[in-house]
C-alpha cells in the first residue's frame, strides 16, 4: 500500500505563502491515484481543500479558490500546495489523500499550518 508524507507546514504571517509537499512512496504507480489535500481546523471536521486527478484536472473549495493551487509531479511521486494570502482562517492540520482507482483512500499523517501575526 502506498504511504503519504507530508511536509512544508508551519508558522506563517497573515498574507504569506507556504507551499505544501506530499511524497508517496510504495503501492501502484503514482500516476494511477487521484490525489488531494484536506484540512482539519480546531473543533472542526476534516474538509475537502483541492483535488487533482490522474488527468491533472482541479477542483477547489470556494474559500481557496484563487489563493491556492494543487499540482502533481508524477516523476516525483509528489503532490504540492501552494498556499498564498494566507489568512488566519487557514489554520488548520492539512492532510494528503491518495485515492486508488480500485476504492482504496490512503492519509498521511498531517502538518500543521499556522497563520499569525
Known amino acids: 500500500q502506498v504511504q503519504l508524507v507530508e511536509s512544508g507546514g508551519g508558522l506563517v504571517q497573515p498574507g504569506g505563502s507556504l507551499r505544501l509537499s506530499c511524497a508517496a512512496s510504495g503501492g501502484d504507480v503514482f500516476s494511477i491515484y487521484a490525489m488531494a489535500w484536506y484540512r482539519q481546523r480546531p473543533g472542526k471536521q476534516r474538509g475537502l481543500v483541492a483535488a487533482i486527478g490522474t488527468d491533472r484536472s482541479t477542483n477547489y473549495a470556494d474559500s481557496v479558490k484563487g489563493r491556492f493551487t494543487i499540482s502533481r509531479d508524477n516523476a516525483k511521486n509528489t503532490v504540492y500546495l501552494q498556499m498564498n494570502s494566507l489568512k488566519p482562517e487557514d489554520t488548520a492540520v492539512y492532510y494528503c489523500?491518495?485515492?486508488?482507482?480500485?476504492?482504496?483512500?490512503?492519509w498521511g499523517q498531517g502538518t500543521q499550518v499556522t497563520v499569525s501575526s
Open positions: 489523500n491518495g485515492y486508488h482507482p480500485l476504492g482504496r483512500n490512503y
